[in-house]
C-alpha cells in the first residue's frame, strides 16, 4: 500500500535519484581493498550483488557502475581520445551516471537520451533520431538493441547520424554459445522473456551474429572483449564479468 502511494506520488525520475542518493550513504559500509571501481576511483571490500540471477561483485556501492560500465569505462580511456578531445559530438543512450559525469564536459557536445524520460536529459526514440545525418562523433549505445522491438531500423538510423569517421561503441547482453540471436515475436509477457531472453523487458537475446547484424553497408564491425588487455590485478580487483554483458562492439562508419 506505502510502496503504492510512494510510486503514485513520487516521479521515477526522483524515485531514481533516491534510490542513487540511499546506496551512496550506506558505501563507507563497503570500504576496503578487495576491489576498485575505475569508474569513482573508489576501493571496496567487495561489489553488490545485482540480476535477476544475482552476479556477485557487480555494482559499485557508490557510484552504481556494473561490470560492463567499469570496462567500457577503462577502454574508452585507454583507448580512444572521448575523455579529452575538444569541439567533439556525443550520442549517449540510456546514459549510465559514471560515464555521463565523465562524457558531459565542456568543449563536448554531449547529447543524452532515452525513450523514457525518467532515464535521460532528452527523449530520443533510436527509431527515429531527431538529429540530421553525419551529425556525432561518438555514440555510445549499451544494453539498448535488445530491448527495441525494430532493431534493424534502430540500427540504421543509429549509423546515419554518426559521422564518417565516427564510432559507435555497442554493447548488448550475448548468448556467447550460440551461433545466432533467438528471438520469437510469440514472446511477449516478462515472464517469458526472462526465461528464454534473460530478462523480463528484452525482446531478443542476441548470440555470436551480433557483428553480423550490426554490419551494414559501409560499417566496419570490430568485436572487443577488452579484459584480455587487462593484467590480472586490474581484471581481479576491477569485477568485469564474463563476457555475456561485457563485450563491445566498435563500429566505424566509412567512406
Ligand atoms: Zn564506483
Redesign the pocket.
Known amino acids: 500500500m506505502i510502496k503504492k502511494l510512494y510510486k503514485k506520488i513520487i516521479p521515477e525520475k526522483n524515485r531514481n535519484n533516491i534510490h542513487v542518493f540511499i546506496q551512496k550513504l550506506s558505501y563507507p559500509l563497503y570500504l576496503g581493498n578487495k576491489y576498485y571501481?575505475n569508474?569513482?576511483g573508489?576501493s571496496f571490500r567487495k561489489f553488490l550483488p545485482k540480476g535477476n540471477i544475482k552476479r556477485p561483485n557487480a555494482k559499485?556501492p557508490?557510484?552504481?557502475?556494473l561490470e560492463r560500465v567499469r570496462l567500457l569505462d577503462l577502454y574508452l580511456k585507454n583507448e580512444t581520445d572521448i575523455y579529452k578531445k575538444e569541439n567533439i559530438k556525443i550520442l549517449h543512450f540510456a546514459p549510465e551516471e559514471?560515464l555521463f559525469i565523465k562524457l558531459n564536459r565542456p568543449g563536448v557536445t554531449y547529447i543524452d537520451g532515452d525513450i523514457n524520460p525518467a532515464n535521460a536529459q532528452n527523449i530520443i526514440d533510436i527509431t527515429n533520431i531527431q538529429f540530421e545525418d553525419e551529425y556525432f562523433d561518438y555514440i555510445i549505445c549499451s544494453h539498448v538493441l535488445g530491448h527495441v522491438p525494430n532493431e534493424e531500423k534502430a540500427i540504421s538510423e543509429m549509423f546515419r547520424v554518426l559521422k564518417i569517421g565516427g564510432n559507435a561503441f555497442v554493447m548488448t547482453l550475448l548468448n556467447q554459445n550460440a551461433d545466432k540471436t533467438f528471438e520469437d515475436p510469440a514472446i511477449t509477457n516478462a515472464n517469458d522473456r526472462l526465461n528464454h531472453y534473460g530478462e523480463p523487458d528484452l525482446c531478443r537475446l542476441h548470440g555470436n551474429d551480433f557483428s553480423k547484424r550490426l554490419s551494414k553497408s559501409g560499417i566496419k564491425v570490430e568485436r572487443i572483449n577488452y579484459t584480455e588487455k587487462l593484467d590480472i590485478e586490474t581484471l581481479k580487483k576491477g569485477s568485469f564479468g564474463n563476457g555475456d554483458r561485457e563485450i563491445i562492439f566498435k563500429c566505424t562508419k566509412q567512406k
Do not use: A, G, L
Open positions: 571501481c569508474c569513482c573508489k559499485c557508490y557510484c552504481s557502475s559514471s
